[in-house]
């Protein structure tokens, strides 16, 4: 197996276990912590704490982004991609085994929001070290298509933690699962890192950093170079990623199919529905990466930008026509708009920066987009949802975000298929670029 395909596996493993680790939380904060960990709260206030404590993992991403992009930058993109994923898997296998505040009181949230913590903190690593393995993997031509493959870690985990929790939840009794059961897809998270750790196990250093450290060129403080010199792209970054991370936490999965339930889906239609969507996603994603590479991201990222506003204008009329088979029909191709926005992403975002200060860039710039795209908006979905009686609030923030995403998609640099911008951009001054220009760190050496 060539290290591009690998790098395939790799990318899709880690970025599907810590979407896993996501989705799983949010449905246990709903269906389980609020009677485990805050019996004393009124049902709303439990249901609030609960995705505040997700919310607690969202903050902590951005800095996991920071300190394990430094790392990566630092000493190399493999360390970092072990790292992220023991400390993912370990800290949500540890909820499992977390006792309820019937059994230690205070210290029972107290170690979940610790828990929390070590798992943004992971996460916020990972999703970069997984696309910066893959892109810098790739052959230039192909860099779109094979980056996309991280991008498909959030519908198949969010996938796999319906599944894990609803098998669950059919196999026992409902008492057996408030009891014990809801730990089982907690556990389930370790095998998924032993697998994750076998398939990581099997790849080297990625040939772009291996130049970079053989002609002492690497970044000695990468993420002070980034904030420093790169400001306005990491900018850019932060601002892409918000409006896709807003969709994915609203639109894309239990936000909208909620709405649909209310408005009269029948509960049969609307599971086939949740187990549909994912995997529609998962099927467009490459889709729409190798489009990526023919036409450039850019252009595919703003056609589905463009789509996924016209579906957030348009969602609360038609939500009040109450008619269930127009909203399938339109959420349904709104997915289309997010696959196309969204399986770009990763390559967009990678080819940013240069090799010195990739990782750090990447991870950073996702991270802070998620912050404030998804956390606020679920906060938003909340409260509209339980204090103003309205499913516009969602929407309209959503249209907000996706908007300020299309301009900076607008400014965004145009890009060619065969583009390397390791090539492209100029490295900063270090003393040693000259280094850079000999034939083991030429553009030819670094593309196979």
């Known amino acids: 197996m060539s290290d591009a395909n690998r ?36 049902p709303f206030a439990a249901t609030l704490t609960g995705i505040g404590l997700y919310g607690v993992a969202l903050v902590a991403r951005p800095v996991g982004g920071a300190l394990f992009g430094h790392l990566g930058d630092r000493y190399g993109r493999r360390p970092v991609l072990v790292a992220t994923l023991l400390l993912t898997g370990a800290s949500t296998g540890l909820v499992g085994l977390l006792p309820g505040y019937g059994q230690i009181g205070l210290a029972a949230p107290l170690l979940l929001v610790a828990l929390r913590l070590l798992q943004g903190l992971g996460m916020g690593g990972a999703w970069g070290a997984a696309t ?10 192909r860099r779109g298509l094979v980056s996309s493959w991280a991008q498909i870690g959030a519908p198949a985990g969010n996938l796999l933690a319906f599944g894990a929790i609803s098998g669950v939840s059919v196999l ?15 556990l389930f998270s370790a095998v998924l890192v032993v697998v994750g750790l076998w398939v990581r196990a099997r790849i080297g250093e990625t040939t772009e950093f291996s130049a970079l450290a053989h002609a002492r060129a690497r970044a000695k403080r990468p993420f002070v170079e980034l904030v420093t010199k790169y400001r306005g792209k990491l900018l850019l970054a932060v601002a892409v990623t918000a409006g896709a991370d807003v969709v994915l936490f609203t639109f894309s999965f239990g936000y909208v199919l909620t709405l649909l339930r209310v408005a009269g889906l029948p509960l049969t239609a609307l599971m086939t529905l949740s187990v549909a969507a994912p995997l529609a996603l998962i099927a467009m994603i490459p889709l729409f990466g190798a489009v ?9 990222c703003i056609a589905g930008t463009l789509v996924t506003g016209l579906w957030a204008a348009a969602f609360v009329p038609l939500f009040d026509l109450a008619s269930p088979p127009v909203l399938v029909a339109a959420y349904l191709l709104a997915l289309v708009g997010f696959a196309a926005m969204y399986a770009p992403q990763a390559a967009l975002i990678a080819e940013l ?38 499913p516009a609030v969602t929407p309209l923030y959503v249209l907000a975000v996706v908007t300020v995403s299309g301009v900076a998609l607008l400014a965004a640099p145009r890009h060619r298929a065969g583009d390397s911008p390791s090539a492209a951009q100029p490295l900063p001054d270090t003393g040693d670029t000259g280094a850079l220009s000999r034939p083991t760190a030429s553009a030819a050496g670094l593309h196979p």
Request: positive net charge.
């Open 353 to 390: 920066f240069p090799t010195r200060v990739r990782l750090s860039g990447t991870a950073t710039g996702y991270q802070l987009g998620g912050l404030l795209g998804g956390t606020l908006a679920t906060f938003l979905t909340a409260w509209g949802a339980d204090w103003l009686k309205s």
């Open 172 to 186: 026992l009794t409902p008492a057996q699962f408030m009891i014990w059961g809801w730990r089982l897809p907690f």
């Open 7 to 42: 790098s395939v596996v790799i990318s899709l493993a880690g970025t599907t276990l810590i979407w896993y680790d996501f989705f799983l939380y949010v449905n246990a904060s709903v269906l389980v912590f609020k009677h485990q960990f805050f019996p004393y709260l009124t």
């Open 132 to 141: 910066v393995v893959a892109y810098e993997c790739a052959e230039p031509r």
């Open 292 to 300: 990526s590479d023919r036409y450039g991201r850019r252009r595919v």
